[in-house]
């Protein structure tokens, strides 16, 4: 696609709800990214993929959380029990290559747990 | 632990003026240095990217970078409402691309 896509925009969930949320990164983009921001924040650095392969997962904040690419393409983010805490805009990112800070993200996935 | 510092702001701006954005950083091995836009209720946007010490220009913007001082800025010339958003400032160590470490941002009000 001409961009990246994520799904849902906005997601309302109660706490302790099984939640996933989906990128479609730009066509022929290896690397793919996943970040969370809070209001007056900055992005918080989450889980990176080069291919199908989960490269550095050093930012996932706890065993709940869990990514996953299968085909090299799409990436699914997937939360388990969620919690108040984990409200946010989860924001997806792709680059052409490795190594680059030359992010392109999509327009995030809303979180909101009651 | 490493940072990126950023004035929060608001820093304001009469339309026309040249917009100064400034950030500090802790690490001393940061080779790669980034200015992401974000308009409220959108996501980041490359702006600039810098790697070399110097300044680095692109139309209306110019990026600038100190590493021995440990900053690096960012200037709006002929600054337009359209330019007013929150902008970070981002960098990376030359072995670790792939884990930005991020400012929480300045907010730039350009006003007519």
């Known amino acids: 696609g001409a961009g990246v896509s994520q799904t849902p925009s906005n997601k309302v969930t109660e706490k302790g709800k099984y939640v996933e949320l989906r990128c479609d990164p730009i066509?022929?983009?290896?690397?793919l990214y996943w970040y969370r921001q809070s209001l007056g924040q900055g992005p918080e650095f989450l889980i990176y993929f080069q291919g199908t392969g989960a490269a550095d997962d050093s930012g996932l904040p706890n065993d709940r959380f869990f990514a996953v690419r299968p085909e090299g393409s799409v990436s699914t983010l997937k939360i388990q029990r969620t919690e108040r805490g984990d409200s946010a805009v989860y924001l997806c990112?792709?680059?052409?290559?490795?190594?680059?800070?030359?992010?392109?993200f999509g327009e995030g996935s809303r979180l909101t747990v009651l | 632990q490493k940072e990126v510092e950023q004035n929060s702001g608001p820093l304001s701006v009469p339309e026309g003026a040249i917009a100064s954005l400034n950030c500090t950083y802790s690490d001393r091995g940061s080779q790669s240095f980034f200015w992401y836009r974000q308009y409220s209720g959108k996501s980041p946007e490359l702006i600039m990217s810098i790697y070399s010490n110097g300044d680095k220009e692109d139309g209306r913007f110019t990026a600038q970078l100190n590493k021995a001082s440990q900053y690096v800025s960012l200037l709006i010339r002929d600054s337009q409402p359209s330019d007013s958003a929150t902008y970070l400032c981002?960098?990376?160590?030359?072995?670790?691309?792939?884990?930005?470490?991020w400012g929480l941002g300045t907010s730039l009000a350009v006003n007519p």
């Open positions: 981002a960098e990376s160590n030359a072995g670790n691309n792939r884990k930005l470490i």
């Open positions: 990112a792709s680059s052409l290559y490795s190594g680059t800070g030359e992010l392109f």
């Open positions: 066509s022929g983009h290896t690397a």
